[in-house]
Structure formats: C-alpha cells, structure tokens
C-alpha cells in the first residue's frame, strides 16, 4: 500500500480516468467513482492497478448528498486516509437560454456545483484531522468567459470558481489547498459531438486539447505545488488570453 490517496470524482473516462492515471503515476492510491459506466470504471481500475498502486471504483451520483456521503465513507473505509480529491464528474445540457427547461438548468448545476459541496464537506473533515490535502475543481473556461448556449453550465463553472477561492481562504490554516483548473476545448466523450474545427482559429496553439493535459495540470496543483491555493488555471492552448 503506498501513503497517500486520492479521490477522482467522474473517474471512469475522459478527464478524469487520465487524472485518476497521473496521480496513480506519482505514487496515489486511487479511489475513482462514476455514474453508471461499470465497464469504463473496471478497466481504469486495472489500467491503474497494473501501475502497481491499489485502486477501487465507487459508483454513485454526486449531485445526491446521501449517495455522496454513503461512498465517500466506503472509500474512508477502505483506504483510510484522503490526501487528493479532484471534484471532476460533470455533465452538459445545452440549450440557449429562453429555451432552457428548468430540469436542464438543475440537472446541470446540481452535477457539476452542488456535488463539489457535497462531496469535498465530508473529504474537507477528513484533511482537517491530517492537517493537510488539496482540492483541484474543474472548471473551465466557459466558467470565466460565458458561452452561448450554455448558461447553466457556464452558470456551474463559475460558481466552482468562486467555491474555489473561499475554501482556500477558508482552509489554508488547516494547510488544505485549493486550486481549479479550467480547461479549454478537450477530446473526450463530451465534446466527440460538437463541431470543433471552428475552433481552431481562436485556439493559439491550434488543436484541441488532450486529456493528458489537463492531467498535468491537476497533478501540479495537487501534488507538485505547496504554496499555490485558490487559483485557476486555464489549460485551453491559449484560446482565452
Ligand atoms: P466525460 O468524458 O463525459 O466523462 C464524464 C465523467 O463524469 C464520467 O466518468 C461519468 O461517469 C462521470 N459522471 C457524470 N455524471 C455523474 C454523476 N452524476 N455522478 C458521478 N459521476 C458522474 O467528460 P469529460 O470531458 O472528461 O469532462 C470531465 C470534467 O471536465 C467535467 O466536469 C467537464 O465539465 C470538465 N470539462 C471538460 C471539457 C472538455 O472539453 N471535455 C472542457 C472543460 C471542462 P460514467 O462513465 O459512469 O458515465
């Protein structure tokens, strides 16, 4: 068993299975958990396991505060300690404003804002008692900058931002860190559907991101800093400058 423990909400695939990897890399134990993707979740468990650090998936939905408080403590129960939680599972619902249904609205906030409340109170509690740990939200860049078509989610990445900064005021005596990264245009499932190529010309480096970017950027606010809390940083290739 190694000594340190990370927790990757939203684990199974995209984004966070390749910061469920990076942290695995560095020496983690890692607790994923996923929505419903049983098949995704076991592959990254083995993916990380053949790393040669324990792994084990815990489903349950984040925008539930029993389910979340249910899971978090199975993981307390298996690993024992929490040193990393990376609040990554996210959904979008997208529509233009004047459209958008109030279920849309909620289902969106509710994944991506509320569960960072409800799962990083109970972790919060846990690195208190150690003394130490660091959060890593993610964000993204629509958080900062707004996007048609996207008010609610816009509405959520905005508000991890703010969660951000008021836990690293809030906890950064209890030597708790927390920082978000806000990522740009990113290959994964999320975004396989929307027309990229128009976005190239506004992107500096002109390609998309891949998920092993903003991998990097979570470790090195999770792991490689100590004295960096309550920033954002934009990983999106220089399309917001
Ligand atoms: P993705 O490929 O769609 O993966 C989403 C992950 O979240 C899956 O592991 C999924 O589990 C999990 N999840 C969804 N709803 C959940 C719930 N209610 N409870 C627990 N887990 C849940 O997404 P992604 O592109 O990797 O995005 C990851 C994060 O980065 C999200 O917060 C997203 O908003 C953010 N982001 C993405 C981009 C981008 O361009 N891709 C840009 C900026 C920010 P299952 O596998 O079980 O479904």
Redesign the pocket.
């Known amino acids: 068993m190694s000594e340190k423990v990370a927790i990757v ?8 299975r390749a910061c469920a990897l990076e942290l695995a890399r560095a020496g983690y134990d890692i607790a994923i ?5 049983s098949e ?2 076991e592959k990254t468990v083995a993916d990380i396991k053949a790393l040669g650090v324990d792994a084990a998936a815990y489903k ?4 539930n505060k029993e389910q979340v408080d249910k899971g978090i403590s199975e993981i307390l129960e298996k690993f024992g300690r929490i040193d990393v939680l990376v609040n ?4 979008t619902r997208d529509g233009l404003f004047m459209r958008m249904s109030a279920e849309n609205w909620d289902a969106v906030i509710n ?2 804002l509320s569960s960072a409340f409800y799962v990083s109170q109970p972790v919060v509690k846990v690195m208190m008692r150690q003394r130490s740990g660091a959060i890593v939200n ?1 964000s ?1 860049v629509v958080g900062v900058s707004g996007n048609v078509g996207q008010a609610n989610y816009s509405a959520a990445k905005a508000g991890l931002i703010g969660l951000t900064k008021t836990l690293a005021k809030e906890l950064g005596s209890r030597g708790i860190r927390v920082n978000a990264v806000a ?4 290959n ?4 396989k559907d929307l027309d990229t190529s128009k976005f190239l010309d506004f992107i500096s480096l002109k390609r998309l991101g891949e998920v092993e970017d903003i991998a990097k950027a979570v470790k090195f606010l999770a792991v490689d800093t100590d004295y960096v809390t309550g920033q954002v940083l934009e990983v999106d290739g220089g399309l917001i400058i």
């Open positions: 909400t939203g684990g199974s695939r995209g984004i966070g958990n996923y929505a419903g993707n995704a979740a349950f939905d984040v925008s990554n599972a996210g959904i994944t991506n993610m993204s990522p740009g245009f990113i994964t499932d999320m975004t």
